[in-house]
Structure formats: C-alpha cells, structure tokens
C-alpha cells in the first residue's frame, strides 16, 4: 500500500503561480509512476498531469501544458506540480495518485492509490 498526501493548495488570484506537493510513504515510491487529477464542483475528475518513474517524459492535459509542470524527488518521496498563470477554471480539487501502469493512463481507473487532495481556488 502508498499513503499519498498532498499540500500547497490554497485560494489564489487569476494569474498567480502554487506548487502542489504529494508526499508518499509506504511502498518503494520510485518504482511507481505519479499523476495528478482534479475535480472541480460537479464535474467528474480528470486528468491533469502525470509522470514517469524516472522523471521522464511528463504529460499534460490540453488545458495545462503551457502553463503547468511536474518533476519528482524520489529521495524525498515527493511530487511537485507547479502551476503557473492560474485560471479561474483551474479551481478544483487537486489529487495525486500512483500506478504501475505502463504508458500514459490518463484514467483514473488505471490508478491505485489516491491521496485525500487539496483544494485550489483561482478568483478572477
């Protein structure tokens, strides 16, 4: 089992820049792959972002690739995502979650563990 925390979110202006953090503990965190998914107030949640055991080839939703990233620290057991030029739209839940999944999941059906999220508010 991976206990995954997240942290950083908060209520922020359109146009201003977080950094999220998912802190795990439990299983050998490096051997997971990383993604992060939000869900705003009645909608389904949805992809954002996600990473790769080693740090390679990150992937994006349409809606954030210009503007979001997403690195690890396997040392620290910990995920970052910084979010730059925040939107209104942006406002939502944020999750963390890992799989050992191959490839890009963008499911959150393809995802084993979840943290509880933080929530992030952009007011215009």
């Known amino acids: 089992q991976v206990q995954l925390a997240e942290s950083g979110g908060r209520s922020v202006l359109a146009g201003e820049s977080l950094r999220l953090s998912c802190v795990a503990s439990?299983?050998?965190?490096?051997?997971?792959?990383v993604g992060w998914f939000r869900q705003a107030p009645g909608k389904e949640r949805e992809f954002v972002a996600r990473?790769?055991?080693?740090?390679?080839?990150?992937y994006f939703s349409d809606s954030v690739k210009d503007r979001f990233s997403i690195s690890r620290d396997n040392a620290k057991n910990t995920v970052y995502l910084q979010m730059n030029n925040l939107k209104p739209e942006d406002t939502a839940v944020y999750y963390c979650?890992?799989?050992?999944?191959?490839?890009?999941?963008?499911?959150?059906?393809?995802?084993?563990?979840w943290g509880q999220g933080t929530q992030v508010t952009v007011s215009s």
């Open positions: 439990g299983r050998t965190f490096r051997n997971y792959a």
């Open positions: 979650a890992v799989t050992s999944t191959v490839g890009v999941p963008t499911s959150t059906s393809q995802y084993d563990w």
């Open positions: 990473i790769s055991r080693s740090g390679a080839g990150p």
